[in-house]
């Protein structure tokens, strides 16, 4: 099973963008669902999850800017970003992870965002 990534791109400071995330196959026992990302010589950190039991955690740096979204019957998630910033400017990756023991975690390909006048 493949994560697939999209809709990133470039845009303006204050700019919105959304992305996606689309399982290629059936990812049993399907449990968080949310995104990373990583800026040029920056470690990945978590931007925002869902977690398998409803609950979303967000970054400080994007609370009150960005949505995180799931179908988990479509084992899709999605990313909604309003009023970027040119600091948001970094590689996004989507991220699932399993509760079926053992855990498995998955990794979308990454989609690069900039933010830039």
């Known amino acids: 099973v493949q994560l697939q990534a999209s809709g990133g791109g470039l845009v303006q400071p204050g700019g919105s963008l959304r992305l996606s995330c689309a399982a290629s196959g059936i990812i049993f026992g399907l449990n968080a669902m949310g995104w990373y990302r990583q800026a040029p010589g920056k470690q990945r950190e978590l931007v925002a999850m869902?977690?398998?039991?409803?609950?979303?955690s967000y970054a400080d740096s994007v609370k009150g800017r960005f949505t995180v979204s799931r179908d988990s019957a479509q084992q899709t998630t999605t990313l909604q970003m309003n009023s970027l910033k040119p600091e948001d400017t970094a590689v996004y990756y989507c991220y699932v992870n399993t509760y079926l023991r053992p855990i498995r975690e998955y990794w979308g390909q990454g989609t690069q965002v900039t933010v830039s006048s």
């Open positions: 869902f977690s398998g039991g409803g609950t979303t």
